[in-house]
């Protein structure tokens, strides 16, 4: 039979409870808590343990030259294992539970568009470090992204193949399961047939497919002159090696999220005469940039890729914003983060638009002799 407990028993238990949330995220007043939602595991771990490398690496420097407004900067990181309705989780429970003041996060635009409506709704500024579909910043006025956005890239990737490789017949094969490779697609192929260029066909593929036999082939049927791949390097590398096979010898073309060292490692030889477009390379002649990569060298042994670069930027852009907003009530980082101007990041200078997006450089990687070479940069308009 129920029995109700009495009521001293229940009091015990709420304050034990109280106790021990407090105690599992312990904070002080000389801290300021910034929440981090990154893939540290499943399908796209790579992206979300860069990252969370280059925003460790920006917190330690930051808190070593004194913090922010006085204060450390304690860093809450949630692991939302490659899945958007994980991110969005992560992100109730950083606001909700923890009581964050600003939100970096998250490298997939899937991933954003899932989160950003809830930081949003709470009113605490997200700065996406790498989503670069257009419609995450369009969630609200207090989602901002330190990367650029695929209508330009879309663009460069259009010139690029049409100016740079003179060529007038390409194929697409997308990702129809990812937000990103579906509104790339769209925008290269908006601005190849600007340009005079001609889509001869299309395929589709899912994210976690291994098999692209039959796309290729279809593919090769209208014999184009070059490929465009623009979704993630797991997929990317599988389907040029695939495509190798087939005796398809034509350049592949891809967009950022072609850009990690698995690419390579997974595709080999079959990756020559490929090209992406990105955010970065650690063959960039620019001083800022190869003093980064020292840096982060001494730290991880390791070069960093473009993510643990715009977990840095994102990071620092954000730290930069709330010193000169002066306080961390969200409006204010809002505002502030609305003001950045010419901030000097690792991936180029970054000046925040009236749409809360990154005007910056992007730079095209071309892949020969089984490595990525540093080719150009370019500026936006
Ligand atoms: N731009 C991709 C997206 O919006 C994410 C990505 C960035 C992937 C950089 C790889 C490298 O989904």
């Not at 960039?284 to 840096?295: E, I, R």
Request: include cysteine; proline fraction near 4%; hydrophobic fraction near 40%.
């Amino acid at each position: 039979m129920y029995k109700s407990k009495p009521a001293y028993i229940v009091l015990a238990l709420v304050i034990f409870g109280l106790l021990v949330i407090s105690c599992g995220r312990k904070t002080s007043d000389n801290e300021i808590l910034i929440g981090e939602y990154s893939s540290l595991t499943g399908t796209t771990a790579t992206f979300g343990q860069s990252t969370h490398r280059g925003i460790l690496m920006a917190v330690d420097e930051i808190n070593k030259a004194g913090g922010v407004l006085g204060k450390k900067i304690k860093l809450l990181t949630e692991d939302d294992q490659s899945k958007p309705e994980e991110a969005a989780m992560a992100v109730t429970k950083l606001i909700s539970r923890d009581g964050v003041k600003a939100i970096i996060g998250e490298v997939s635009s899937s991933r954003s568009l899932a989160a950003a409506p809830i930081c949003q709704a709470n009113r605490i500024p997200m700065v996406s470090n790498a989503s670069t579909n257009p419609e995450v910043t369009r969630k609200g006025d207090y989602i901002f992204r330190v990367c650029y956005i695929d209508p330009f890239q879309g663009e460069v990737m259009a010139k690029f193949v049409f100016n740079s490789l003179k060529l007038r017949r390409v194929a697409i094969l997308e990702d129809v399961k990812n937000d990103y490779s579906i509104g790339l697609a769209q925008y290269f192929e908006e601005n190849f047939k600007k340009l005079g260029g001609e889509v001869v066909a299309t395929q589709a593929y899912s994210e976690g497919d291994t098999d692209f036999k039959a796309q290729l082939t279809a593919l090769k049927g209208s014999d184009p002159e070059a490929i465009i791949v623009p979704g993630y390097y797991t997929e990317a590398a599988l389907i040029v090696k695939q495509a190798r096979d087939l005796n398809m010898n034509m350049p592949f073309i891809g967009g950022d999220g072609w850009d990690s060292a698995k690419l390579t490692e997974i595709g080999g030889a079959a990756m020559n005469n490929t090209y992406f477009s990105t955010a970065y390379s650690a063959d960039d002649p620019n001083p800022v940039v190869q003093n980064f990569v020292t840096k982060y060298h001494k730290l991880y042994s390791d070069s960093p890729d473009a993510f643990a670069v715009l977990g840095y930027d994102a990071a620092r852009l954000l730290f930069d914003a709330i010193n000169r907003a002066g306080s961390v009530e969200g409006d204010k980082i809002r505002d502030a983060l609305k003001a950045t101007r010419d901030f000097p990041g690792v991936s180029g200078m970054i000046t925040i638009d009236a749409d809360r997006n990154a005007r910056k450089p992007i730079v095209i990687i071309e892949i020969g002799d089984g490595k990525m070479k540093y080719k150009e940069t370019i500026q936006p308009d």
